[in-house]
């Protein structure tokens, strides 16, 4: 059984999904049981939701506002070329070869929500792998002239469990389109 934690919105995406504009379509990528999924189309965006795991995507099976897309996003073909999105959702997932085709995927005015580990969490848990934890301040670099910064962090976390992590909130855009 999974803990409450795990179908509960990171509170970084709760914070910050209202940025993306209404009636947008939004993906949630590498989506696993689609936590973010859910919590989205429960504010009333269409979400289509990717991941590599079918039987993580058939749990979404039904749910009004979510379609699913089997992809393995590493060894496939990137299935999203030519598409945009007004939102973007990554957590907890990290492939560096991937970033320019997530930030290609936002729309003018089109928000990424981006939440994953980072350097120092080898000493907490997994992912301890360096492949799969972003540097000090990579994701405002990859940011850096392609997006405006809303909201950057970058820290040790408790909840739900001890992690270091990095976020950021980041629009494609001018900042005059944020809405106040």
């Not at 990171?10 to 989506?31: H, K, N, Q, T, Y």
């Not at 189309?41 to 979404?60: I, K, M, N």
């Not at 992809?71 to 999203?80: F, I, K, T």
């Amino acid at each position: 059984m999974n803990p409450p934690f795990a179908l509960s919105p990171s509170p970084w995406v709760a914070r910050f999904a209202p940025l993306i504009p209404a009636g947008g379509e939004v993906l949630d990528l590498a989506c696993g049981r689609g936590r973010h999924a859910r919590f989205l189309a429960g504010l009333g965006y269409q979400v289509e939701a990717t991941d590599r795991d079918e039987e993580a995507l058939a749990s979404l099976a039904g749910i009004a506002g979510i379609t699913t897309r089997q992809a393995d996003l590493e060894g496939g073909g990137w299935p999203y070329f030519g598409r945009g999105f007004a939102g973007v959702v990554v957590t907890n997932y990290l492939y560096r070869p991937l970033l320019p085709q997530i930030l290609a995927l936002l729309d003018e005015g089109g928000v990424l929500i981006y939440e994953t580990f980072m350097a120092g969490n080898e000493l907490l848990g997994k992912p301890e792998n360096p492949a799969y934890l972003l540097r000090k301040g990579e994701l405002l670099d990859i940011a850096k002239g392609r997006l405006t910064v809303v909201a950057f962090e970058q820290g040790r976390v408790e909840t739900p469990r001890p992690a270091m992590v990095q976020r950021i909130c980041a629009l494609r855009g001018r900042p005059g389109l944020l809405p106040l």
